[in-house]
């Protein structure tokens, strides 16, 4: 019973909280509701100003995790950028290695076989080693030229707004290099089977 009575008694209470008493009618608009009222008025001022720090905050830290995933991207689009580079550089640079080396080779190997090879005495031959021997020194001179231009295209730096955009590191030498050693091998070869 005494907690019946209890429970009761704290209804009649939230009851007279709830409702203003009559004299309270006559109050001014701005203090309507008692003191229960402008206590839920503070309340609510505190909660939306809670409310809106916690949104700033939010807000702040998304602006500030944005940033660093832009960041983040263009560190990673530039070293995307100086890999390609230096890919391309690598096999443009293989690629006149592999001319200076055959030119180089094809010059010792013409001149043992031009020495050794008895027809070598006449006119025919030499002037196709000769000019052979020309084309394939200027290919040397090519393939380092070449060599030159790659080295100074890798070390320059070049911002590109797209990454996959890798400007070709040859030189127009690099284009002639393995011309001229074609003609080189064709003339020496056609040489040394005159003096056969």
């Keep these: 019973m005494r907690v019946l009575d209890t429970v009761g008694g704290l ?3 939230g009851a007279r909280f709830r409702r203003p008493p009559e004299d309270d009618l006559q109050a001014p608009v701005g203090t309507a509701g008692g003191p229960l009222g402008q206590l839920e008025t503070r309340l609510a001022g ?3 100003a809670a409310l809106k720090e916690a949104f700033d ?3 702040a830290r998304m602006d500030l995790e944005r940033s660093q995933m832009e ?3 263009e560190r990673a689009e530039t070293a995307l950028r100086a890999e390609l580079r230096r890919q391309a550089a690598e ?3 293989g690629q006149l290695r592999m001319i200076a080396i055959m030119a180089f080779g094809l010059l010792m ?3 043992a076989l031009g020495v050794w090879l008895p027809g070598m005495r006449t006119t025919a031959p030499r002037v196709l ?3 052979g021997w020309i084309l394939g020194i200027g290919a040397l001179g090519t393939a380092f030229t070449a060599w030159q231009q790659v080295s100074a295209w890798t070390a320059a730096p070049r911002p590109s707004p797209d990454p996959t955009a890798v400007a070709s590191p040859l030189h127009p030498a690099a284009a002639a290099a393995p011309w001229l050693l074609l ?3 064709a003339l020496t070869g056609v040489s040394l089977l005159t003096a056969l």
């Design 57 to 59: 905050r939010d807000r």
């Design 91 to 93: 096999r443009a640079l």
């Design 11 to 13: 209804i009649q209470m």
């Design 46 to 48: 505190v909660m939306v």
């Design 109 to 111: 190997m013409s001149a």
């Design 183 to 185: 003609g080189a091998l």
């Design 71 to 73: 960041a983040e991207r």
């Design 129 to 131: 080693m000769g000019t």
